[in-house]
Structure formats: structure tokens, C-alpha cells
């Protein structure tokens, strides 16, 4: 029944509009890969009032990924709608959704998170993940101060952070600041040793290089 319904998601990702009353119902399955794909699939279409009623409400979801997507796509929404949310699940219990909150935080372009963003990164409950998700949502808001503190995580004695700021550097860099971080991305893959951390300089590299 379960990979039905995920067959059945892929299918209504291409009927558009139509498609969001079926995929709010299934964002309340019992199965929390369906709500998981439910929800992105109906991050893919035109926002309407009752898709991002569901979609808040999947902040509140047991399943992390559940919230974790839902936190994406809150990110995508313009700030009034979004803010209140996103300023929510910097409370949740899993780093992974806090980080992306944080992320989203910096995509919605509002202003007035900054304080709260500054005050998170100066915490010293914030993890690693956290930290650099806020000096790159900080970035994004204007500190441009914040870009050495992001570039600093491509150092981090763990890959996986590593990693997350080479995407978070393709993401969300400037044009203006595009040579400086190339500069460092290529000394960074230079010495890089886990390909999987490779793989995402690489990809930022040929993302952010001049045609």
C-alpha cells in the first residue's frame, strides 16, 4: 500500500493545481515517507491557503524529515507568511530541523531575524550545524562579516559539515563574492580527502565559476 501511494505522489507532482486536495491527504498518512513526499510534492506547486495549512502543520509532525521539509518549503514563502514559522522551529527538538530553519530564515530576506539569528550563533548551546547556518543566513542578510566565519567551516574536522558548507556556499554566495570563495574552495578541494566532501566543492566550483 505504502510504495501505492508514493507511486501515486510521483504521479501527481505532474497534474499540478488539481493535484493538492489528494496531496494534503496523504501528508496525514500514517506512513512518514508518504507525509514526507506529500509534503514535497506539495512544496512543488502554487502555494494556496489550505496547502500551506498543511504544510504548517507539519511542523508539529513526529517524523524529523517531516518537519525538516516542511521547513524548506516555508522557506520559499514570502516572509509574512513565513517568519512566525520558521522563528518556531528554531525551538525543535532535532538539529537538523533547527539548522534548516535557520537557512530559511536567511531565504525569506527579513530583516528583523538578524538579532535573533546573531543571538542563536552567539549561543553557546548552538551546535556546529547550527553556526554554520546561521553565518551563511547572516550572510545572506547583509553581515558580509559572516561570509569568514562560514568559509571557516570548509576546515571542520567533521566531512559532513564540511560538506554542508560547500552546498550552503553554492547556494547563497554573492556574485561580488564568488572569486574569494572559489579561491578558498579550490585550496580546500586540494586537500580534501573524503570524496563525498569532494564531490559537493566540486559541485560548488562549477556552479559558482564564470562561464
Not at 536567511?106 to 548552538?126: A, F, M, N
Not at 570563495?181 to 563525498?196: D, G
Request: with cysteine.
Amino acid at each position: 500500500m505504502t510504495q501505492a501511494k508514493l507511486k501515486e505522489i510521483e504521479k501527481l507532482h505532474l497534474e499540478g493545481a488539481s493535484s493538492i486536495a489528494r496531496l494534503m491527504e496523504l501528508s496525514r498518512d500514517i506512513d512518514e515517507e508518504v507525509r514526507f513526499r506529500a509534503i514535497e510534492g506539495l512544496g512543488f506547486l502554487p502555494a494556496t491557503v489550505e496547502s500551506r495549512g498543511a504544510i504548517a502543520k507539519a511542523l508539529s509532525d513526529s517524523d524529523s524529515l517531516v518537519r525538516t521539509a516542511a521547513v524548506e518549503i516555508i522557506g520559499s514563502w514570502p516572509a509574512k507568511h513565513a517568519e512566525h514559522l520558521l522563528v518556531e522551529a528554531l525551538g525543535d527538538v532535532d538539529e537538523l530541523v533547527r539548522a534548516s530553519a535557520i537557512v530559511s530564515l536567511g531565504s525569506i530576506g527579513s530583516k528583523q531575524s538578524v538579532w535573533l539569528l546573531e543571538r542563536t550563533y552567539r549561543s553557546q548551546s548552538c551546535s556546529s550545524t547550527e553556526q554554520l547556518s546561521c553565518a551563511v543566513a547572516l550572510y545572506s542578510l547583509g553581515r558580509r562579516a559572516y561570509l569568514t566565519n562560514a568559509l571557516a567551516f570548509l576546515d571542520h574536522e567533521c566531512y559532513q559539515i564540511r560538506s554542508a558548507a560547500a552546498n550552503l556556499l553554492r547556494d547563497f554566495t554573492a556574485t561580488r563574492d564568488i572569486p574569494r570563495v572559489l579561491e578558498k574552495l579550490r585550496a580546500s578541494i586540494s586537500v580534501e580527502s573524503t570524496n563525498a566532501v569532494r564531490s559537493s566543492i566540486q559541485a560548488a566550483i562549477e556552479d559558482l565559476k564564470p562561464l
